[in-house]
């Protein structure tokens, strides 16, 4: 039984992943500081579910603290290490730049240094679309340039790989960084905008529709994430042209819908129509994202396939049952 530790349990991916690999076989250690940026009954909700397993262990812990992640590195012998745990979110960022630090960069350090002494066969980490900015190449491929972030959070995630990248040149620390884009579903983030709406709509109140509903985003079904990651788990990097086990995906469902029309869908899933407030493009936010994932069915066999109406039928009929609507 292969042991594996994943950051950010309590979290929406890292909830999901966890209860795939335990259906899988694997032991699996849970760490979250479960801090109130949302709700944390909601973490809390997951991580009992969790716990029913027996071969789920989970312990409150803040990666920012070295000491913490050295003794949990030390206590636990972990084959795999999934890092998901992250401060997630563009608009907060503006607000709160030091939650950024400390959770992303600071904890990502404490985290690599874990798997450089203890031998970790594969480190798998959340990076962002978000690294891609304002790119204007369609799809984004891993080959495009992406040094022009244009929030700290995307800066944060595209430090996160150069960050892997330099322990994998100087450790031979295989790594991999997996680009999410717009990952929605079940048990989601309360702070990500199709929850929002569907909390409005259902209460009778105007939702923020931002860019006009014009923006697109390459929303992703929480089940095609979680499929991604554990295939990409056991697909271990060798070292490439310049000897370095490193490797980057994108993990989307390569194919952009317009907001205004993901609120249709949305709309068709409540029965109800919203009330809209039309916005301009918030700082930080891009006008669209859009994923190639060539690279992604070439190594690990597998593409994201979950339909719009599916995804959010499922959401809808989660979030009816979970608030008791």
Known sequence: MSKILVTGAAGFI?????????QNGYEVIGVDNLNPYYDITLKQSRTQELETNKSFTFFRLDLAKREEVEQLFKNNNFDYVTHLAAQAGVRYSLENPHAYVDSNLVSFVNVL???RHSKVKHLVYASSSSVYGKNKKIP???????DH???????????????????????????????????YGPWGRPDMAYFLFTKAILEDKPIKVFNYGKMKRDFTYIDDIVEG????????????????PYKIYNIG???????????????GCLGKKAIKEFLPMQPGDVPMTYADVDDLIKDVDFQPNTSLATGLENFVSWYKNYYQY
């Open 14 to 22: 890292g909830f999901h992943l966890s209860k795939k690999l335990l």
């Open 253 to 267: 469902n390569n194919q952009p819908v317009e907001l205004g029309q993901f609120i249709d869908v949305l709309e």
């Open 149 to 183: 972030p244009v929030s700290l959070y995307a800066a944060t995630k595209k430090a996160n790989e150069l960050m892997a990248h330099t322990y994998s040149h100087l450790y031979s620390i295989p790594t991999t960084g997996l680009r999410f884009f717009t990952v």
């Open 229 to 244: 990651v554990f295939r990409v788990i056991n697909k271990i990097p060798q070292p490439n042209n310049s000897s370095v």
């Open 140 to 146: 984004f491929s891993t080959d495009d340039n992406v």
């Open 113 to 115: 240094e874990g798997c």
